[in-house]
């Protein structure tokens, strides 16, 4: 039997609605495969790969909320093509920023004098370090030289600025004595002091750290990533404030009324953006970082500060049900399971079921929100992931999950035709 040519085969999956291109590929791969007998079969397995490698929306049935396998946390971008004045100053006319928009109503948020965006927190810390520290020491307390998710080391990023890292106290134990000894030796010539939140990890027993507030009394500037971007520890944006598992988590504006020079934290972790990082502090601090020639190469474009300027916006508002992190992080697990309940019904499939939802993407570790969905005996997750729109379940002692926190409500309807199909 004669192989079917390239062209006919890849025209032959055109309903799969790929690019010809792609397609080709497919019925390349196929051809390369073996024999020619289930070649058309082949070519649309490999056709279907492709397009499930296609970024695309999912359905979040984990109950993590920012998920770093799913984008962190959820956006929701509607954009028609358009223009926008990115560098267009409406008012004169003239050439604008692009730290005018998204940058300035960041700064009025987190109450500080300027900020600007890079692309991410990892891009925030290398700038801050790159433009305030390159040649010069930067002291960190032992403690924090962490790792954090996806290889974010302190050190390596301190390595790649060119600034020195002064290693200052102990791993469980730091003092301010210790950075003052470290500032005051002339042969370390420290530009200034990070402070890394520990994020993802915790110290716990004999130990002993130094607040910002105590590092903003040294002599040099005190720059604290604060990693997650809670802008305000008494989260106005919520009806009844900040939720019980939210503490201990640093926050922009208290961190910069601590006396911290600059801060710096990640547009999509709690702060419940796009992919971003925030530098925000002192204006002569701000401009430094803005003029290195490191950030133009780490500078977001409009879609990213469109989606930034949406939420900020929302929080200027205090509107936290806007921001779909924080509308999620506050269901109540009553909805939850009337909403599991009538999943159950409809599907006939499994039962509602309490299970409890983590913040993720590296924050808040070991912190459990309530909640409720619908829980599966066996795995199911192969099904559900290969479904269209794929949905993400969790398995654990055998059962499936599906925590509905973390589900918008306008995906039920997916969820249910998903229980269905595997009843
Ligand atoms: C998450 C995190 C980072 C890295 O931020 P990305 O946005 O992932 O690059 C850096 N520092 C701290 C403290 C973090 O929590």
Not at 92 to 111: D, P, V
Not at 208 to 236: K, N, Q, R, W, Y
Not at 312 to 335: N, V
């Amino acid at each position: 039997m004669r192989p079917p040519s390239v062209d006919a085969l890849a025209r032959s999956l055109a309903d799969t609605g790929l690019p010809h291109p792609l397609l080709v590929d497919a019925a390349r791969a196929a051809i390369a495969d073996g024999d020619p007998g289930e070649v058309e079969e082949r070519a649309r397995r490999h056709a279907h790969a492709a397009a499930r490698a296609l970024l695309q929306p999912v359905v979040n049935a984990t109950g993590v909320l920012l998920h770093t396998n799913l984008g962190r946390a959820p956006l929701a971008v509607a954009t028609e093509a358009a223009y926008a004045n990115l560098e267009l100053d409406l008012s004169s006319g003239r050439r604008g920023s692009r730290h005018a928009h998204a940058a300035a109503l960041l700064a009025r948020l987190c109450e500080a004098e300027d900020a600007i965006v890079v692309n991410n927190g990892a891009s925030a810390v290398l700038l801050v370090l790159a433009a305030l520290a390159t040649g010069r020491g930067a002291a960190v307390s032992r403690g924090e030289l962490v790792e954090i998710g996806g290889g974010f080391r302190v050190p390596e990023v301190m390595e790649q600025s060119g600034a020195r890292l002064v290693e200052v106290g102990t791993t469980n134990r730091t003092r301010l004595a210790d950075f003052a000894s470290a500032v005051e030796n002339p042969a370390n010539d420290t530009a200034l002091a990070l402070k890394v939140h520990q994020s993802n990890y915790r110290i716990v027993g004999f130990t002993e750290h130094v607040t910002v507030a105590e590092m903003s009394t040294l002599d040099v500037p005190v720059v604290a990533d604060i990693g997650s971007g809670l802008v305000d520890a008494a989260c106005p944006w919520l009806g009844d404030g900040p939720p019980a598992w939210l503490t201990g988590e640093p926050a922009a504006r208290q961190t910069l009324d601590d006396g911290a020079a600059l801060i710096t934290f990640s547009g999509d972790k709690l702060f419940g953006g796009p992919q971003a990082g925030i530098i925000a502090g002192r204006a002569d601090l701000v401009r430094r970082c803005a003029q290195h020639p490191l950030a133009r190469a780490l500078r977001p474009g409009s879609l990213v500060l469109s989606a930034l300027q949406q939420v900020a916006l929302a929080y200027l508002r205090r509107d936290g049900q806007a921001i779909d992190f924080w509308r999620m992080a506050s269901l109540t697990t009553a909805d939850l399971e009337e909403r599991a309940q009538a999943m159950v019904k409809e599907s006939g499939v499994g039962e509602a079921a309490q299970m409890a939802s983590v913040p993720g993407g590296g924050t808040l570790p070991g912190t459990e929100i309530n909640s409720c969905g619908v829980v599966l005996d066996g795995d199911h997750t192969a099904s559900l992931r290969a479904g269209s729109p794929p949905i993400i379940a969790r398995v654990s002692d055998g059962r499936t999950w599906l925590d509905l926190r973390t589900v918008a409500p306008d995906d039920d309807r997916h969820v249910i035709a998903a229980l269905k199909a595997l009843g």
